[in-house]
């Protein structure tokens, strides 16, 4: 993969930027919150609108669910989520997610060594897709010519197992500091979402030659959201309600940061909601998915 060089700074976004919470419809939330608290880890918070606030511990909101048992399926081939990715602290973290999988008993996607990560790949109970990954130090990604190296490669599942060899004790719960890393959606194109992404939000393109793909963060992270149009190219979003993506958050870090990319939207003619409860805007990108501007939970 090759890199690309940040955006100016007149439209960089806050380089403390970080992701927030991914809101889901799911077409039975009992069920849903059953496997989200075993298989994951997360703890369930119900919400006074009917909702379910998922979380580590004394953390935030990482994935929010919100029933519709007559929702339309997923539909895979619309633009929406990719999948949420959940990043944890450590390899040993991700060797106890490992555990937790396989104690459930939930099957795996797939599993990669991305260089900058190693991640786990798998489904909800809905279809919608989940990452589990650590990332390595940040000393050791390596760099050609200055341009950040990623690939994706076969990871040793056994390596990551013999993390837990001299641990005595299950980690059933997610470890404190878990977090959502990115969020990687489908598109219907590439050009019309870097502009959007990069040209308004102010996002830094990190990957553009990946085949179909972009990848786009903030302060020189390997990506905070990823962008493809694998499965979705030219395609529209899919009928409100339908279950999947709802909407993702990108968390300023504060008030005048957010006040800033709020300001380049605006110049940019694009409509925001603002979504009063949670104290957020809401602008759709190009392709129809829901992007949140805030700043982090209190």
């Given amino acids: ?44 918070t119900d919400g006074e609108d009917g909702t379910i606030a998922l979380r580590a511990p004394d953390g935030p909101t990482l994935v929010a669910l919100h029933g519709d048992s007559s929702a339309a399926r997923l539909d895979p081939r619309r633009t929406g989520l990719f999948h949420l990715a959940v990043l944890v602290p450590s390899r040993r973290d991700l060797a106890f997610a490992l555990a937790r999988l396989a104690s459930a008993r939930w099957p795996l996607d797939g599993a990669s060594d991305h260089l900058v990560s190693e991640a786990l790949y798998l489904s909800d109970p809905d279809g919608n897709g989940i990452e589990i990954y650590r990332d390595r130090p940040r000393d050791e990604w390596r760099r050609t010519d200055g341009q950040l190296e990623m690939a994706t490669l076969p990871l040793d599942l056994q390596s990551v197992a013999r993390e837990l060899a001299a641990v005595g004790e299950p980690q059933p719960e997610a470890p404190a500091g878990t977090r959502i890393g990115h969020t990687h959606l489908q598109v219907s194109e590439l050009e019309r979402i870097e502009a959007f992404y990069a040209g308004v939000l102010g996002f830094d393109v990190i990957v553009r030659g990946y085949p179909g793909a972009l990848f786009v963060s903030a302060g020189g992270y390997h990506h905070h959201i990823g962008l493809n149009t694998w499965n979705s190219r030219g395609a529209g979003p899919a009928a409100p309600g339908s279950i999947g993506l709802r909407s993702f958050a990108v968390q300023l870090p504060d008030g005048p940061a957010l006040d800033a990319v709020l300001g380049r939207v605006d110049d940019a003619g694009l409509v925001t909601e603002l979504e009063v409860a949670r104290g957020t805007h809401i602008v759709r990108d190009p392709s129809g998915n829901a992007v949140e501007l805030c700043t982090p939970e209190s």
Avoid: C, H, N, Q
């Fill in 1 to 44: 993969m090759t890199t690309s060089s940040p955006a100016s700074e007149d439209v960089a976004i806050d380089p403390r930027t970080t992701m927030g919470a991914v809101r889901l419809t799911v077409s039975d939330v009992d069920r849903s919150r059953a496997f989200y608290e075993r298989a994951l880890g997360l703890r369930a």
